[in-house]
């Protein structure tokens, strides 16, 4: 047994260092090659980025190449259009196809819109654009249109998708001369729409040549719409911000198999002053994969290695712990000998190491042993004696201790099941109040903090009471609180929360003044009558807080400032009355959550944290926010002592 131990602490006390070198080595092997992997990944999306720039700067070459075909035409057209227009002929009503036909216009290909100065298309070629309302769609086609107008000379904009149909056209304006209208031409192109789909596809073939890129995409937006060109739609304010700032963003997104990177990246692109055309963003979808095989290979390489190094290692550490433990093997034989109480035995020394002086040192020790065993003998009969009698009697009273102690005990945790029977079950939450939760912490085992449930009629009455002190003597007074309560609601018919306080306060007072002895004993409470969308809410010295649906801040509605029980200057208790919406979250709570002592100066919690915490996890479900609550509490309490009871409710409106 000793050659076993010596050898494994041997092993411990060497493999131990060995493995934590390992560890410490692979640790940094793999840092390394992350941050490299990391700066790689980088690099590759300038790379990227560069790439698709020069791709833009081909695309837009031969897009402008095409662009001067039509230019000189749509100008021509549209003096002429200006000129039928100038000769009384009313723009909303003229045959806008006979005027094409004597222009030898090909209205399948070439459309004519009128467009009033309130950015509505009153008359056009292309019917299933008619009416169509600029404005509606954006402030950008305001601004663009008002421009044309104010300079009041023949603009042309780049080639983009038509709204209906998305094919690609030319397009132009130039106002009327009374300037009550804009003419705008739209030429179709397949030649442009062959040159923007070569270049989208160019784009996307992108992620063919990279394992861990899924998707590349180039959004494009015409001002006043909707990003263009990419399948996620919830990105719409994102890609506006990279548009805005031409800074590039990374939106990560953690699922159970990889992590999912979305790069957003800025391209820069020379826009004309009188374009409808905002610009791009080049979106990249990319995964971790790569940095999932680097981990997964340096854990296989740091394995062998610890398994290559501790069966060396063991090996040997065995051969060289059998010439290191024969000697104690003798010197344990005849320990164990001595120690079955044979003190004439005694350990032959052997060599000249540590050992030898062990075994010299043991003897004399056995010889000391042996003489005061002997001296010690009948005194240790004699004290036995003594001592059995002295257990005899500690232990007769201790019987008596545990016996009192377990009665007391089984009171107290019968009167939890009193107590328990008065709190509303959870089913009746379930069924009244859904989404909600109820964190309930009795500082003992009965207490002074109880919450309390009740419907009447259409009307759901819920409250969080804290009686005065905790343990059963807080409990003896929340029986006679929750009895008031609920005498004032069902024998005497009350449901308006400030009323209800009033009466309870009324039959505390007069169920308290029935002992000889004065009682000031009472509760504070916060009380609230929940209809529809309608809430009623009375408080004594305990607050309501609300947080509306998608605010980041918090509403306190302040309580009456007097308890339930006696108070020198009583006064009745105010119903605040609110109306909320679908969304709004309700909380009601007693002080024992802020007046917690803990974190690292053993202070209190406070109420202004306890405010900090509940803003932080609004977002999240009830019941989860229970749970937050809760973890909060205890990883403030600590090693302390819990000092009161703790009671919040959580309340959402539906």
């Known amino acids: 047994m000793k050659r076993k131990t010596i050898s494994l ?16 080595y692979s640790y940094l092997n793999y840092r390394y090659n992350k941050n490299e992997l990391e700066k790689l990944s980088a690099e590759r999306l300038e790379q990227i980025q560069q790439e698709v720039q020069n791709l833009i700067s081909v695309y837009d070459y031969g897009m402008r190449m095409n662009e001067i075909h039509y230019e000189a035409r749509m100008e021509k057209v549209s003096q002429q259009f200006v000129e039928f227009f100038d000769d009384s002929l009313n723009p909303v009503n003229a045959d806008l196809f006979a005027l ?32 169509l309302d600029f404005y509606a769609r954006g402030e950008g086609y305001r601004e663009y249109f008002e421009k044309i107008w104010a300079q009041n000379k023949f603009v042309t904009d780049r080639f983009s998708e038509e709204q209906v149909t998305g094919r690609i056209r030319k397009w132009s304006f130039i106002p009327t001369r009374d300037s009550l209208y804009l003419i705008e031409l739209g030429f179709l192109s397949n030649e442009a729409r062959q040159l923007k789909d070569m270049m989208l ?12 890129i899924s998707d590349v995409y180039l959004a494009m937006q015409v001002k006043g719409e909707a990003f263009e060109g990419i399948p996620d739609t919830t990105l719409q304010d994102e890609l506006e911000e990279v548009l805005q700032t031409k800074n590039n963003q990374r939106i990560v997104t953690e699922t159970d198999s990889v992590t999912i990177f979305e790069d957003l990246l800025s391209i820069d692109i020379v826009l004309d002053e009188t374009t409808m055309f905002s610009g791009m963003v080049l979106y990249i979808k990319s995964n971790d994969s790569k940095e999932r095989e680097l981990i997964s290979k340096s854990i296989s390489r740091f394995i062998w290695m610890i398994l290559i190094s501790l069966i060396l290692l063991v090996i040997i550490i065995v051969l060289r712990a059998r010439s290191l433990t024969r000697p104690i093997i003798n010197l344990t034989k005849k320990a164990e000998i001595i120690r079955s109480g044979n003190l004439n035995e005694r350990i032959i020394p052997e060599g000249n190491n540590e050992i030898t002086g062990l075994s010299e040192s043991f003897n004399h020790m056995i010889d000391q042993l042996q003489e005061s065993y002997e001296t010690l003998e009948q005194k240790v009969i004699d004290r036995t004696a003594e001592v059995v009698e002295q257990k005899n009697i500690a232990e007769h009273q201790k019987h008596l ?13 019968y009167a939890k099941r009193i107590q328990k029977a008065i709190l509303p079950p959870d089913k009746l939450f379930n069924q009244l109040l859904p989404d909600s939760f109820v964190l309930y912490k009795p500082k003992d085992i009965v207490a002074g903090d109880f919450y309390w449930l009740q419907q009447i009629d259409q009307t759901v009455l819920i409250a969080s009471a804290d009686c005065t002190g905790h343990g059963v003597p807080g409990a003896l007074v929340s029986v006679v609180c929750n009895n008031a309560l609920n005498r004032s609601v ?10 209800i306080l009033d009466k309870t306060r009324e039959i505390v007072i007069s169920e308290f003044e029935k002992s000889d002895q004065e009682v000031k004993d009472g509760m504070d409470i916060s009380l609230c009558a929940i209809s529809e969308k309608k809430i009623q809410w009375s408080g004594a010295n305990n607050p309501l807080w609300i947080i509306k649906h998608g605010a980041s801040d918090l509403i306190e509605i302040k309580p009456d400032k007097q308890p339930i029980g006696k108070y020198a200057e009583a006064k009745p208790f105010t119903t605040h009355e609110l109306i909320l919406e679908s969304g709004d979250t309700l909380y009601i709570f007693t002080d024992g959550f802020s007046d917690q002592f803990g974190g690292e100066k053993g202070k209190k919690f406070k109420a202004s944290t306890m405010k900090e915490l509940i803003l932080k996890i609004q977002n999240l479900k009830m019941e989860d926010q229970k749970i937050a609550l809760n973890d909060a509490f205890e990883k403030w309490r600590g090693a302390l002592e819990q000092i009161d009871d703790v009671n919040v409710i959580g309340i959402k409106i539906k």
């Open 401 to 413: 201790v545990e016996e009192k102690n377990k009665e007391i005990l089984d009171s107290i945790n």
């Open 9 to 24: 602490q041997l092993i411990i006390n060497i493999t131990i260092p060995v493995v934590l070198v390992l560890i410490a």
């Open 490 to 499: 069902h024998e005497y018919g009350i449901t308006e929360p400030g009323k």
């Open 201 to 212: 596809e160019t784009v996307k073939k992108i992620a063919d040549q990279h394992d861990d």
């Open 100 to 131: 094409c036909e004597s222009l030898e216009l090909d209205t399948s290909k070439e459309s004519v819109y009128i467009i009033d100065t309130n950015g509505v298309i009153v008359n056009t070629t292309f019917l299933p654009d008619l009416h």
